[in-house]
């Protein structure tokens, strides 16, 4: 269902448009190790490659959480801060197994040393023939210094239905599961959110928001945005009815 039919053109966009991704607007709440194990690689980045094992704690992460955790968020903005660093990424996914076999023939033919990242979502779901690719990959990551490898699957390692030598690889760098906000944690950080914006919301809103709108914090925060400029555009205040007769129009369910 088109979430955005029938509403202005400004305000279509806002909801359909939801941010790009990026460690800034992913909310650290239970998560900040992990936040701050990403920072420190990506700092990296740009420093000569270092030939050591230590090494691999800085440039090897897997982590893994529930559906609507976060987990591939992360992986997403981890790929919008390579491209904002200038720095050549690769971005691997199970749906995609023609691309899997080309970034294997690049890897092989890749002369420069120049730092690359390599993301790969839903590990879980790869079937054999993308295990054993990946398995390839991450031993040329482990003998490669200016190689960076993040994944991200729904189980830690041990528990994943994976080829007992992938899911040993899996554990070689930093492992991290990535906690869920819960809808009290939602509820403040758009009410944070909400104030930095300078926005009065009436009690009701947020609470109806988590229960009858997208529940990852991108698309709310995208649709707070919205309501903001729909206030403004309307010089009405942020009500309940102003935000079921912006969501109605929009077709979402009520």
């Known amino acids: 269902m088109n979430r955005s039919a029938g509403l202005p053109r400004q305000f279509a966009l806002d909801l359909t448009q939801a941010p790009e991704p990026s460690l800034q607007n992913f909310l650290p709440s239970g998560n900040e190790e992990l936040l701050h194990a990403i920072e420190d690689s990506i700092r ?4 000569p490659a270092q030939p050591n094992d230590q090494s691999l704690n800085q440039r090897w992460f897997y982590w893994w959480g529930k559906s609507g955790s976060g987990r591939s968020h992360l992986l997403q903005a981890i790929i919008h801060q390579a491209k904002q660093s200038g720095v050549q990424w690769i971005g691997l996914q199970p749906d995609q197994p023609n691309h899997w076999i080309d970034i294997e023939n690049k890897l092989n033919e ?7 990242i390599i993301a790969v979502d839903d590990v879980d779901q790869l079937d054999s023939s993308l295990q054993a690719s990946l398995f390839r990959i991450l031993n040329k990551v482990h003998a490669a210094p200016h190689l960076f490898v993040y994944l991200s699957g729904n189980n830690p390692p041990a528990h994943l239905h994976l080829r007992e030598d992938l ?12 906690h869920s906000l819960s809808d009290s944690e939602k509820i403040e950080a758009l009410s944070r959110a909400a104030k930095d914006r300078g926005l009065s919301l009436s009690n009701d809103v947020l609470p109806w928001l988590i229960h009858h709108f997208y529940r990852d914090m991108p698309s709310l925060m995208a649709l707070l945005d919205a309501l903001d400029a729909y206030s403004l555009e309307t010089k009405r205040s942020i009500t309940l009815p102003l935000v079921r007769e912006l969501l109605g129009i929009s077709g979402t369910k009520q």
């Open 44 to 47: 990296l980045w740009s420093l």
């Open 110 to 116: 890749e002369k420069r040393k120049a730092t690359i």
């Open 167 to 178: 899911r040993t690889r899996l554990g070689w760098g930093l492992i991290f599961e990535v």
